[in-house]
């Protein structure tokens, strides 16, 4: 596609649940991120892909938190057992493998834990 | 660990002034520093990028600029619009591993008033 598409654009879910978070990226672009944005907070990185492995994944805040990636392309961010505290926007990025150039961001999926 | 500052957090100023954003950081071991804006409830544009190598980017009424040693960037807006009200993010990307990891300042609001 034409850029980074992300869904759902919002999420509202009750505490507990499990959620699923959707990254498509720019096509032919090798590395994929995750970051979270908290209110106040500046980004916050989450995870490093390029292609299907992850070599960093520093970012993840607790086992709760996973993301995977499959063909090279799409990713999926998920939450099990949501707390409150991960309310929040979740945003993708995605860049070509070249280390030098920049990274290009999706809108992003606006989480809700009630 | 990479810290980056924004000063001010949020700025209202009438339309036609020039302006400045400042950002610093505490690790001057960047690989470049990149200035994005950012729209309520979007992701991420990037407006200039500056290798570590440069001094400073152009592109149209911004100017950002870069001194490494001292661990500051500016972003100059000249002649501001009231379309250019949003939120201006800083980034320093350090390489590692192969790839950028991409460090974020909380932001500057800005508000351009008609």
Same mark, same amino acid.
Not at chain 2, 33 to 51: V, Y
């Given at each position: ?39 106040? !907070? ?7 892909? !390029? ?32 707390? !409150?505290?991960? %309310? ?23 989480? %809700?834990?009630? | ?114």
């Amino acid at each position: 596609g034409a850029g980074v598409s992300q869904s759902p654009s919002n999420k509202v879910t009750e505490k507990g649940k499990d959620v699923e978070l959707r990254c498509d990226p720019i096509s032919g672009h090798t590395a994929l991120y995750w970051y979270r944005q908290s209110l106040g !907070q500046g980004l916050e990185f989450l995870i490093y892909f !390029q292609g299907n492995s992850a070599p960093d994944k520093s970012g993840l805040p607790s086992d709760r938190f996973s993301a995977e990636r499959t063909g090279g392309s799409v990713s999926t961010l998920t939450i099990q057992r949501t707390q !409150q505290e991960d %309310s929040a926007v979740y945003l993708c990025a995605s860049s070509s493998r070249q280390s030098n150039q920049p990274q290009h961001f999706g809108d992003g999926t606006r989480l %809700s834990i009630l | 660990k990479q810290e980056v500052t924004q000063i001010p957090a949020a700025l209202s100023v009438p339309e036609g002034e020039n302006l400045v954003l400042n950002c610093s950081f505490t690790d001057s071991a960047i690989y470049n520093l990149q200035w994005f804006r950012q729209d309520p409830g979007k992701g991420l544009t990037s407006l200039l990028l500056i290798q570590s190598s440069q001094r400073e980017q152009t592109s149209g009424r911004l100017n950002a600029s870069l001194d490494k040693s001292s661990g500051r960037s500016t972003l100059y807006i000249a002649a501001s619009q009231p379309g250019d009200s949003a939120t201006y993010l800083c980034a320093v990307s350090t390489l590692g591993g192969g790839y950028q990891k991409v460090t974020f300042g909380i932001g500057t609001k800005l508000q351009v008033i008609p």
